[in-house]
């Protein structure tokens, strides 16, 4: 990805009506989901929902992503190849383990071995296993399933997330050392803006690029938090100028010193690193 996007709204495949309103709305991202939030009995007359979705909707620019069914179940063949054929933007494939998925059936198949992946890390082996994840070259992106990550680890659901910061970090440290993007997990209680609030700046002092979400309410407070302010944008766009015309080193911009590693931040605040 050349941009990083910082909302990530997730939208039932199973649900035409609600995927034609995400269409519309501002999240940086839509991942349309076949996996959890389809009931079991829908899956294919989901898949062929989120086929005709994609095929007519204007997503306004929006990232196109699809989240298919576990790679062991009866449908991520079809729900890949689906996805392929629609030329989305990315694959996001859940509950990963190991690296070795990302090489055998059913993403090493003809068409779907093109696609970038966004993976989600939400079980102990896959938090265990998520260095050599991100660094497989067709992973661009980790996302934190935190439901399912509690539930594994046997955290209490809800509340604090005191319990699960070894995994929140072993994921921004996997894909800091991969050079990939890291997105933080869902906030179940859309009626509560001000928790919603409360940790997306958790996730964003952690490390994490941006957040995934579950409801149109909850774009406009997580881009508040993760979209950088003009001043911010203004500072770094001034900070980068100075030290490209500086010559490197210590470098004396607006009375504080600069040095590469403040570039590299700085092109991060941007999205481009
Ligand atoms: N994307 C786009 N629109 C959404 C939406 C989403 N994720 N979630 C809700 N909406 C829409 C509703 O359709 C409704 O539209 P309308 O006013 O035109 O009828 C409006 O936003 C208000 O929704 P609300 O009544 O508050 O909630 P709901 O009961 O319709 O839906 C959920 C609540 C949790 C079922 C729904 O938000 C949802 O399905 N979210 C995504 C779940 C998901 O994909 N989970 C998998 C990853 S964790
Ligand atoms: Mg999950």
């Keep these: 990805m050349n ?123 896959g938090v265990l296993n998520a260095a050599s994840i991100a660094a497989h070259p067709r992973v661009q992106a980790l996302i934190v399933g935190t439901n399912d990550l509690a539930l594994g680890l046997g955290c209490e659901a809800g509340g604090s997330r005191a319990p699960m910061q070894t995994a929140l970090q072993m994921a921004v440290l996997a894909a800091r050392a991969a050079g990939v993007h890291v997105y933080d997990g869902v906030y179940n209680d859309f009626s509560a803006p001000e928790g919603l609030r409360a940790e997306c700046e958790e996730g964003k002092a952690l490390g994490f690029d941006g957040k995934t979400l579950i409801h149109p309410s909850q774009i406009d407070i997580a881009a508040g938090v993760f979209r950088p302010s003009d001043a911010e944008v203004e500072e770094a766009r001034a900070l980068i100028a100075a030290f490209a015309a500086s010559g490197g080193g210590a470098v004396n911009f607006r009375g504080r010193m600069i040095e590469d590693l403040h570039v590299t931040a700085a092109k991060r605040l941007l999205g481009e690193g």
């Design 3 to 125: 941009t990083c996007p910082r909302t990530l709204l997730f939208v039932p495949g199973s649900k035409p009506k609600v995927i034609a309103k995400a269409a519309g709305l501002t999240a940086d991202a839509v991942i349309i989901d076949l996996e959890d939030a389809v009931a079991p009995d829908a899956k294919c007359d989901a898949r062929q929902h989120v086929a005709d979705a994609l095929r007519a909707l204007d997503f306004g620019g929006k990232l196109r992503a699809v989240r298919i069914n576990a790679l062991d179940s009866a449908h991520a063949a079809a729900d890949a190849g689906m996805a392929a054929t629609a030329e989305v933007d990315a694959l996001v494939v859940p509950k990963m383990s190991s690296v070795a998925d990302i090489d055998g059936e059913p993403l090493a198949a003809p068409r779907v071995s093109d696609m970038p992946l966004w993976v989600m890390i939400e079980t102990p082996q």
